[in-house]
């Protein structure tokens, strides 16, 4: 209990299970189309893609950037989305960068239910990566503690967009 004020643990499980599960077809059709029942935590988005934080997040500033559209494989993409996915994955890489000062990156898509893809629509995943981030706990529980709510990250990422706003 005395951790309960410093550590934020997404419940996923019960995501996982269903039982927090909006009901929408497809989750982040509804983040685009702004669904009541869907967490809204857009940080940013053109004519083509959207950028948003991961409600349930490996580490602090883990984003996801997809296609507006709804698409399930990374070759349904047009070139254009091809191309600014890419440009707009570098930018924010050098915002989170200013925010979090991270090590390294994972980067990367998972395509289908068989890589892993818990969600059909393509997105890609933007991780930031922290030295020695495990921790005792991760190791002995087998969980990953969040050191940062994402609505606080969010409220960073606002900022940072205010003083660095995104063009493509």
């Known amino acids: ?3 309960k004020k410093n550590l934020f ?3 996923k499980l019960e995501y996982v299970r269903g039982g927090k599960r909006p009901n929408v077809h497809c989750i982040l059709c509804g983040i685009t189309q702004n669904h009541p ?4 935590l857009i940080i940013w988005k053109n004519d083509l893609l959207m950028v948003s934080l991961n409600l349930y997040p490996y580490n602090p500033g883990h984003l996801l950037l997809f296609p507006l559209r709804h698409i399930v494989d990374l070759r349904e993409m047009t070139e254009e989305e091809a191309m ?3 440009k707009v994955n570098k930018k ?3 915002i989170i960068d200013r925010i979090y000062s991270p090590r390294g990156y994972n980067i990367g898509f998972n395509i289908n239910d068989a890589s892993g893809a818990s969600i059909d629509h393509l997105h890609q995943h933007l991780v930031p990566r922290y030295h020695k ?3 005792f706990v991760d190791i002995i529980s087998g969980s990953k503690i969040m050191v940062e709510d994402p609505k606080e990250t969010l409220k960073k990422f606002e900022t940072a967009l205010k003083k660095h ?3 493509v």
């Not at 029942?37 to 809204?40: A, P, Q, R």
């Open 1 to 3: 209990m005395a951790f």
């Open 9 to 11: 643990i997404p419940n």
């Open 37 to 40: 029942e869907v967490e809204n």
């Open 84 to 86: 600014q996915i890419f």
């Open 92 to 94: 924010f890489m050098d």
């Open 133 to 135: 981030e495990l921790g």
């Open 165 to 167: 706003p995104i063009e």
